[in-house]
């Protein structure tokens, strides 16, 4: 099992930036694919930013030059640096670790960006 924690989403003023985190726990091996995802109200859940194990993060076209995915494998966390926000990048951002024994999701961290 994991256990995926997010952290710093907040209220930011449209053209502000942001820093989330997604910090994992428990029984981490064989990392397939991390990625964040976001949803916001009355919307599917998209996917914002992913890397496989090996591969190259991918970005969502809304997101690209302004949202950046890091990973720091020592603290088993990845991170979302947001700029430039906007007010259609009000949503809750969740953190996605797929391996080898299955598949979790964080509980989510909320993004509003104020106009």
């Known amino acids: 099992q994991v256990q995926l924690v997010e952290s710093g989403g907040g209220l930011v003023q449209a053209g502000g930036s942001l820093r989330l985190s997604c910090a994992a726990s428990?029984?981490?091996?064989?990392?397939?694919?991390m990625g964040w995802y976001r949803q916001a109200p009355g919307k599917q859940r998209e996917l914002v930013a992913g890397?496989?194990?090996?591969?190259?993060?991918n970005y969502a076209d809304s997101v690209k030059g302004r949202f950046t995915m890091s990973r720091d494998n020592a603290k088993n966390t990845v991170y979302l640096e947001m700029s430039s926000l906007k007010s259609e990048d009000t949503a809750v951002y969740y953190c996605?670790?797929?391996?080898?024994?299955?598949?979790?999701w964080g509980q989510g961290t909320q993004v509003t960006v104020s106009s």
């Open positions: 428990g029984s981490i091996f064989s990392i397939n694919f």
């Open positions: 996605r670790v797929q391996q080898r024994d299955g598949d979790y």
């Open positions: 890397i496989r194990s090996g591969g190259t993060t």
